[in-house]
């Protein structure tokens, strides 16, 4: 493997010269720089980037910690974030905590180790690795979080706004008639201390409605827990007549217990989901959705973070919401029955 000093020695010149023809080429004359890089290709050298970048401390990479590395949000924002790291001559190096905080911690020494200069982090469940995060932060790591913000955090994040979401579709559901509506999760505060789950009773008593505690279950959140979640609730007594899934993946455990129950949408059952997923528009009836603008929120946590990177952290942690967009396309409709 040829060195720095075979590409110095086949160019004629000093390896000082020729280092400075990979980092700095506007400081040589173009003659110069043209026959270090002619003896770079001839050679086929490769620079030691790794080398290089911890001598400076950090590395040329942006870490991003998905939930769930197989959810469409999270695929699509992780193509999103390497667009605009990498046109930015960074490299973007990814993992998913599968929303255990357990996992995530292991994640964050593994970024740690690899010194990344910043990590966009969507926070899992559990016990906050608060700590850590914030001893990563003072040897020179800008974090940011999005999708999921832990409370009393010190960071910035880029989120959508779930609060004028959840008040909206529940809203949208209540104006259609429905008095008897359940989100698929309900809100704990290990298991899933998310701001869909924890503000949806109170969207319910925005519009005059009580909680029923027969319907407040939590669960992982996973197309499985949907799944069974759903045959549960809709084989009570007095089941509900419209669900509001929390995440596109929940909504396919729902969809599937529905079908598998021999129930209809919206006839017998009204279904508002959280993510524009493709197959959300594929199915009969296609699903009503609430859009989140997961591009938009990639683009804009890239930008803020290769911003601190390159220029140095903002004096105050950045705070960004984005609004959604409800979408109709008929699986709500008026309850079947009057209550």
């Keep these: 493997m040829p060195n720095i000093l075979d590409v110095a020695k086949r160019a004629g010149v000093s390896p000082t010269t020729a280092k400075r023809a990979i980092q700095e080429p506007h400081l040589l004359r173009p003659a110069t720089l043209e026959r270090v890089r002619q003896a770079i290709e001839e050679l086929g050298y490769e620079p030691d980037q790794l080398a290089g970048s911890l001598r400076r401390g950090r590395t040329r990479t942006i870490g991003l910690m998905v939930g769930n590395i197989i959810e469409p949000f999270f695929a699509a924002l992780i193509r999103t974030v390497a667009h605009e790291v990498r046109a930015q001559g960074y490299a973007l190096m990814v993992a998913d905590s599968e929303y255990d905080s357990g996992i995530e911690l292991e994640n964050l020494k593994m970024f740690s180790g690899q010194r990344v200069s910043g990590l ?40 959508l706004n779930a609060q004028d979401c959840v008040f909206e579709g529940v809203r949208y559901l209540y104006e259609l008639g ?56 809709l084989r009570l007594k007095e089941p509900p007549t419209a669900l509001f899934s929390l995440t596109g993946t929940e909504a396919a455990g729902a969809f599937r217990a529905l079908r598998e129950l021999g129930l209809r949408i919206p ?58 967009r409800l979408i109709k396309r008929g699986s709500c409709a008026p309850p079947r029955r009057p209550i």
């Design 120 to 159: 966009i982090l969507r926070s899992a469940f559990g016990t906050p690795n608060l700590e850590y995060l914030k001893q990563m932060q003072t040897r020179g790591t800008y974090i940011l979080q999005i999708d999921h913000f832990y409370p009393d955090s010190p960071f910035g994040y880029v989120m």
């Design 178 to 233: 429905h008095r008897r509506i359940a989100s698929l999760g309900a809100y704990h505060p290990v298991l899933t201390p998310d701001e869909r789950s924890r503000v949806f009773p109170l969207a319910l008593q925005a519009v005059g409605l009580a909680p029923d505690p027969t319907y407040q279950r939590p669960i992982p959140r996973s197309e499985e827990a949907a799944y069974h979640l759903t045959l549960e609730l």
């Design 267 to 324: 006839e017998d059952v009204s279904l508002l989901t959280f993510d524009n997923y493709s197959w959300t528009s594929l199915v009969t009836p296609p699903l009503d959705v609430i859009e989140q603008p997961v591009e938009a929120m990639g683009q804009a946590a890239a930008q803020v973070v290769l911003q601190a990177v390159e220029e140095g952290p903002p004096l105050e942690p950045v705070r960004m919401l984005f609004p959604g």
